[in-house]
């Protein structure tokens, strides 16, 4: 089993739509968690942490459900600009590297 | 968050031969990851580089095939050995940012074997 999985989609929404991506992770000793964006041919770049609180910044907002172990991520009044891939990453306790999901792929269309 | 860069960015190399990647960063980091992405997949750690000591090498990579080296706390050079084309990739080099653990990534070189 996968560390982080992710669906690849690609999800193709209209401009102004809200979208949401799900992350699951198989670690429960898992603790920190991330979004990431990754533009094509570009390094991924940090989008937000997510922490357990939930967190909101702007348009985006990352949820963690511990029990259920899983991270999302929502996209609000989505823009052309937010067109990337978007990795979910999970760092387990004690570890100091990060484990990758294979990304979602969204196309926002005008 | 530290400013990373990463030369060459990209090359094409004939099989056999050897291609080194030097990371440069603009502040002093104590632990430096390198990451290989195949086209169309996610990241996949080959290592963690701790200054004054030998990199940590994650399963399915070696030393021999990745020699790694970290001279000082903003420098390092990953070497792929004698290639071929499975070695096609984009490998990445990154550091910590911060309290979290979260990384920050180089703009990664992009490696053609013909």
């Known amino acids: 089993r996968k560390e982080v999985e992710q669906d690849p989609g690609p999800f193709n929404v209209p401009e102004g739509a809200t979208v949401a991506f799900n992350c699951t992770y198989s670690?429960?000793?898992?603790?920190?968690f991330f979004w990431y964006r990754q533009d094509c041919r570009k390094e991924p770049k940090l989008l937000m942490s997510?922490?357990?609180s939930g967190n909101e910044d702007g348009r985006f907002t990352a949820q963690l459900n511990r029990a259920s172990q899983y991270i999302s991520l929502l996209i609000r009044d989505s823009k052309l600009s937010d067109s990337a891939t978007y990795l979910c990453v999970v760092i387990q306790t004690g570890a100091n590297n990060l484990f990758f999901g294979t990304g979602t792929r969204l196309t926002v269309i005008p | 968050s530290a400013v990373i860069s990463q030369k060459p960015s990209r090359d094409i190399c004939q099989r056999g031969t050897s291609l080194t990647i030097q990371c440069q960063v603009d502040s002093q980091v104590t632990m430096m990851f390198w990451y290989r992405q195949q086209p169309g997949q996610s990241l996949t750690l080959i290592a963690t580089?701790?200054?004054?000591?030998?990199?940590?090498?994650e399963s399915g990579f070696v030393i021999d095939k990745f020699p790694i080296s970290r001279p000082n706390l903003t420098f390092s050079t990953l070497t792929v050995s004698n290639m071929s084309p499975e070695d096609s990739s984009i490998y990445l080099c990154?550091?910590?940012?911060?309290?979290?653990?979260?990384?920050?990534f180089g703009p990664g070189t992009r490696l053609t074997v013909t």
């Open positions: 670690n429960s000793a898992s603790q920190s």
């Open positions: 580089a701790n200054q004054g000591s030998e990199a940590t090498y």
């Open positions: 990154s550091v910590e940012g911060g309290i979290s653990y979260e990384q920050y």
């Open positions: 997510v922490y357990s």
